[in-house]
């Protein structure tokens, strides 16, 4: 069978969020995240837009932190208007990476993990993980859209 018939082989979304980029974590992050040696086949640096945030948490759009999230996204809270997206390839990327990333409270996370490791629960409650990581294949392929043109993905 040819890797990309593999159903184990698989894309995810990444992006280090402003929080990441504020505290001056990407190095950190990227050296955390070769780990895995999957390949990275997509990054770029963007503005994020109100419309862009809402969409990518669409899942969360009753919760009560959820204003504070979009705001958070954008980087409107740290004065960092910007992130970087990636996208990893590999053989099973989105657990690869979820695993690295630890879980999304950072109080819960493994200390290790770059969440555990970087994360903050703010006074406000939303948690400042500075990474997101797709958590399925069907996320996966609806955020990677969502971020990058087809043309943008060198796979
Ligand atoms: N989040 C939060 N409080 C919560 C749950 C989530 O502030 O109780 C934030 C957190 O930044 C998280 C994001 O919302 O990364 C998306 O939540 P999701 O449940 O999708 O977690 P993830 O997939 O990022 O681990
Ligand atoms: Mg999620």
Redesign the pocket.
Known sequence: MSKKNDSSFQQTLVLIKPDGLKKSLTGNILTRLSETKLNIVGARVTKVSRKLAENH?Y??REKPFYPELILYLQGKIHKKEKILALVYEGKNAIKKVRQIAGA?NPEEATPTSIRGSYGRITTKGVYENVI????NEK?AQREIKLWFKPNEIIS
Not at 132 to 135: D, G
């Open positions: 948490y899942h969360l999304t997101h990581a797709s958590s996320e």
